[in-house]
């Protein structure tokens, strides 16, 4: 199984930008569909993003598609979510994981993004 | 994309059987046969119980098992223990464009 790192969480104003890391180890990323899960407070999941595994691709909920890019760099097995024109209801932890079939197999252990003024 | 639909809570007596339903539509669970189970104790990450309707991951107990009919997927739990006391959050594949949905979650409460 992977071991994802993320880093660059915080406290964010309606309106503002974010930039979300992930360090990936422990598996060959390069080979690995990577995506981005969110879980606001006391909520459920919900699926962000995902991209392929060269990058060539991504796919997005609709609730963030113009606002969030989800990019990778895999000389850095790094994968990486800009968020901008953030919304309160963005609120959450954001997980980086691994995916293969639609199936979510490594879990991160999440960055807390807080919107708000 | 709407949110595949659980009943918020399920409970059972340690021991016996309990089963957490997931309901969607053709164009997620009644399309593919990619729907799978994730468990999350509190302050937990998610972990994969079932995968591909039915498939489990080594590692997770044949207590837990999974099926589909139509567009309505389940999760069952036999032999009910404590430690399976979590939230249950069903996924499916949507398509192209929608990729994955989650279930909205179902805490099961061991009594």
């Known amino acids: 199984e992977g071991h994802l790192v993320e880093s660059g969480g915080g406290l964010v104003q309606p309106g503002g930008s974010l930039r979300l890391s992930c360090a990936a180890s422990?598996?060959?990323?390069?080979?690995?569909?990577m995506s981005w899960v969110r879980q606001a407070p006391g909520k459920g999941l919900e699926w962000v993003g995902t991209i392929k595994q060269d990058g060539s691709e991504t796919s997005y909920v609709d609730s963030v598609k113009g606002r969030f890019t989800i990019s990778r760099d895999n000389a850095q097995d790094s994968l990486y979510l800009q968020m901008n024109s953030l919304r309160v209801e963005d609120t959450a932890v954001y997980y980086c994981?691994?995916?293969?079939?639609?199936?979510?197999?490594?879990w991160g252990q999440g960055t807390l993004v807080t919107v708000s003024s | 994309q709407s949110a595949l639909t659980q009943p918020p809570s399920a409970s059972g007596s340690p021991g016996q059987s309990v089963t957490i339903s997931c309901t969607g539509t053709?164009?997620?669970?009644?399309?593919?046969?990619?729907v799978s189970w994730y468990q999350q104790h509190p302050g937990k990450v998610p972990k994969l119980m079932i995968y591909?309707?039915?498939k489990r991951p080594s590692g997770v107990p044949d207590r837990f098992s999974g099926s589909k009919s139509g567009n309505t997927a389940s999760l069952t739990v036999s032999g009910l223990q404590a430690e399976d006391e979590a939230d249950y959050y069903c996924?499916?594949?949507?398509?192209?464009?929608?990729?994955?949905?989650f279930g909205g979650g179902t805490k099961l409460t061991v009594l």
């Open positions: 591909e309707v039915s």
């Open positions: 994981v691994t995916e293969s079939w639609y199936v979510i197999h490594s």
């Open positions: 053709s164009s997620d669970i009644g399309g593919y046969n990619y």
């Open positions: 422990g598996f060959i990323f390069s080979h690995t569909y």
């Open positions: 996924s499916s594949y949507a398509g192209f464009n929608n990729l994955v949905v």
